[in-house]
């Protein structure tokens, strides 16, 4: 712990862009108790490889986990290699598509080198669900489902709504909120951060800890921070966000790409810059004496510098700079060897890994965002004959070069 910082200091520093503690005053009381008793906080941070990809709406929670890490808290991040295998139903008015053993392994397997982007590895926790749900029997979940009642779980909005709805609630999403609220007893949890859309599945952990004869955690929920879109939360299933282990040049396109009303947001929930400095950008947008477009770029650097560093930074940018300043193509562009010579145009959208679906394809098509050699292509039913090779261009930052075998 760093007791060089009065505790008005550190709950300074912890409090920032945090919407909400539960209970208000639990934070100061924990810090107290852990220096009154010598020892480091226990902070938990849980999240599913429902996707291969953590992002920068992650980031808002993992960076303020890193905060408690420099204050020499012990940070433990949990992969919820089980959870996952049901969704979370949180904001859900559906059923998720249950994830398998082998689609979990296989996203999880990147989790720590991004978590490792934000946080001391080498200091922090790193923990999986396997450890404590793969030994557990059938009297155990009994148990554990013994603890909370149906009523409390119809009381979350997104139940509640699907209740009224006559809309299925299946048993395995029931579990979700007792599996997580679980982890907090397994690793003795004593803060539990999370963003305003956990708030239920994070209260639900001060309850069953308080079953299992430990004190509660305290519940930190943190903002949701915008997509791409500027009006979704930034989500894997919706296709709107920026991963942490993009390409420098990616990333700082897609950052281009934010609405400027999210420019200032962006600064404070993904960024290391200073309050101070923050409030001048604001100020000079405000006033009009500073452009949106270089706001953004300067976001832009910032988020790439932290991730890949000052040098990949600047050269994203110049890339950026000469390719839609000037309309020329990227210096290196990834090739794509075809095997067939006439394929639908959807089709070949899928295959390159430009879309995640034949309607996105579809829709990208129809609002022009689809070139061929420069060419926009508006007729989702093309077949085309690929002779030679062509460069494909979807949307303003994916390039293929596509080459017939």
Known sequence: MNNKLSIEEELSILMSNTVEVIPENGLEEKIKKARKEGRPLRVK???????????????????KMRQFQELGHQVVFIIGDFTARIGDPSGRSE???????????KNAFTYQEQVGKILDISKAEIRYQEEWFGKMKLEDVINLLSKYTIARILERDDFSLR??????????EVLYPL?????????????ELGGTDQKFNLLVGREIQKEFGQEPQVAMLMPILEGLDGKQKMSKSLGNYIGLTEPPNSMYGKIMSIPDELLIRYFQLATDLPKNEIEKIEK?????????????ARLAREIVRMYHGEEESKKAEEE???IFRQRELPEEVEEYILNERKIWIVKLLNLVGAVKSNSE???????????????KILDANLELNIEKPLILRVGKHFFKKVVPK
Do not use: C, M, W
């Open 95 to 105: 059923t998720r598509k249950p994830l398998s053993p082998q689609e979990v392994k």
């Open 163 to 172: 209740f009224k709805g006559n809309k299925p609630i299946y048993l395995h």
């Open 284 to 296: 000079g947008l405000k006033d009009e004496v500073l452009h949106p477009r270089d706001v953004k």
């Open 320 to 322: 950026f700079e000469r």
């Open 45 to 63: 941070l849980g999240a599913d490889p429902s996707a291969p990809d953590l992002h920068l709406g992650h980031a808002v929670v993992l960076r």
């Open 361 to 375: 394809a579809r829709r990208l098509i129809f609002q022009g965002a689809v070139e061929i050699d420069g060419e």
């Open 179 to 191: 599996l997580q609220a679980y982890d907090s007893v397994a690793i003795n949890a004593d803060i």
